[in-house]
């Protein structure tokens, strides 16, 4: 069965996307941290990011830069972590999120219920960002 990350690069289920190659995608996640948490997803649905091949490592790891330096300029904060979790969702994601100190880096922080307005301007900034 597909993983739902999978379901949303197949556009079966909505998602913001802000970018998107032949490898990878990235897309707002629903339960933000901070305005402009994004996930970087590779199209290779593999669960455990050390099991993907070294490829897919590479092209995973470049897409997430880039987002990152879109996140960077469109929200300026102190710093955008990477961090891959991933216990959530059996597809392995690169989670960046823009922040001021690493006591945002809590799970515990996400808004379960953002403004769509917001989730839209913050997927907008990230686009324009890219451009």
Do not use: C
Request: no cysteine; proline share 8%.
């Amino acid at each position: 069965m597909a993983s739902v990350f999978t379901r949303i690069i197949n556009r079966e289920l909505p998602g913001r996307f802000v970018y998107e190659d032949e490898h990878t995608v990235a897309f707002l996640t629903i339960a933000p941290i901070r305005p402009g948490h994004t996930l970087v997803v590779p199209r290779l649905e593999v669960d455990h990011w050390i099991d993907l091949p070294d490829e897919a490592q590479r092209e995973l790891w470049s897409a997430a830069a880039k987002v990152g330096r879109a996140i960077y300029k469109a929200f300026q904060p102190r710093r955008v972590a990477a961090i891959i979790a991933g216990l959530e969702v059996p597809h392995t994601h690169v989670h960046l999120i823009p922040i001021e100190s690493e006591k945002q880096l809590d799970f515990g922080l996400a808004d379960h219920n953002p403004a769509p307005e917001a989730m839209d301007e913050a997927a907008e900034r990230i686009r324009a960002a890219l451009a």
